[in-house]
């Protein structure tokens, strides 16, 4: 009953069969029996089935909640047990992109790592298709992209929706502006992140769709480094909402506009394993907690 629950569970938070079942490694005809037999099992109804949508029933929400307690109690199991082994450091590789490396990797692996499971982490880098191609050939483990894929080979699990907004040194005379339209824009001094990643393409076809010229004065690869220059140099530029924490906006004197524009510039970042990778139990229990939480509370989420 209990790989009942967990496939129960998961169907749940993916909030699909069919995404449950490509997260679980199965087909979905596979699953719907397994959740079938469970509710025969259990002499309930978990799910009313409402077209393609599944909301749970009463019985469904008590059955979620004692799997989430299962999944608590297997977790802390797995760690009680870990102390007692010999020590043996697990060795992960994890395949991440320029920006998402700047953006989401320092926070994945914050929230992956336990000083009960001691974790080696290597990182590589690359474009997205890149990543993808060393997650399929076993080179990487894991892999953050800032996109959606499917493969038959990879199981694809999106983890939060970004967006663009506009950053300001505190006193730019369009921080002092009642509204900012994208008009505003034209002409401005900007910094604007390199060429080629994804962040510069919306950016570019953003522009492009609104008749924008803007006054690109420097590309730079670096967050960091466009963060600095912004107040510095007295210029604008645009930047993944993911990345502005409350600390960096207010330890740089900066100030952040929301146009509405800017929240078409959507772009999920997903995290993306292959199928036939056996990762440890320990460590697959604790990605499970990583992606819940991320998808509940957003990547910067304790």
């Known amino acids: 009953m209990l790989n ?15 995404r449950a079942a490509q997260a679980l490694n199965m087909s979905q005809p596979a ?19 409402k077209g393609k949508k599944l909301v749970l029933t009463r019985a469904g929400e008590i059955a979620y909640e004692y799997a989430m307690q299962f999944r608590q109690l297997e977790r802390r199991f797995l760690h009680a047990l870990a102390e007692h082994r010999p020590e043996e ?6 395949g ?19 000083p009960k499971l001691p974790i080696e982490i290597n ?52 921080d002092r502006a009642e509204t900012v339209q994208m008009h505003d824009l ?3 001094p900007m910094i604007l992140f390199s060429r080629g990643t994804w962040y510069r393409i919306l950016t570019d076809e953003l522009f492009q769709k609104y008749a924008i010229v ?3 004065r420097m590309e730079i690869d670096s967050f960091e480094a466009i963060i600095r220059l912004v107040p510095t140099c007295n210029m604008a530029t ?5 990345y502005l924490r409350p600390s960096i906006i207010a330890d740089n004197g900066l100030a952040v506009a929301t146009l509405p524009e800017l929240k078409q510039t959507t772009r999920t970042t997903s995290l993306i394993f292959s199928r036939t990778n056996r990762l440890p139990p320990a460590v697959f229990t604790m990605l499970e907690d990583t992606v819940r939480r991320w998808r509940q509370h957003g990547p910067h989420s304790a």
């Open 4 to 18: 009942q629950l967990k496939d129960f569970a998961a169907v749940v938070e993916h909030t699909s069969l069919n």
């Open 31 to 49: 699953l719907s029996r397994r959740i079938s037999a469970l509710e025969r099992e259990l002499d309930v109804t978990l799910f009313d089935r």
């Open 89 to 94: 450091r697990i060795s992960l590789t994890i």
């Open 96 to 114: 991440a992109s320029l920006t998402t490396l700047q953006t989401t990797l320092p926070d994945f692996i914050h929230q992956l790592t336990s």
């Open 123 to 174: 990182a590589v880098t690359g474009k997205t298709h890149e990543i993808v191609k060393l997650v399929l050939e076993g080179k990487a483990d894991l892999g953050l992209i800032a996109s959606e894929t499917k493969h038959d080979e990879l199981v694809c699990l999106p983890l939060f929706t970004d967006h663009l907004v506009l950053v300001l040194p505190k006193g730019h005379r369009l």
């Open 186 to 188: 034209q002409d401005v």
């Open 214 to 216: 803007p006054d690109i």
């Open 238 to 242: 645009l930047l993944p909402a993911s």
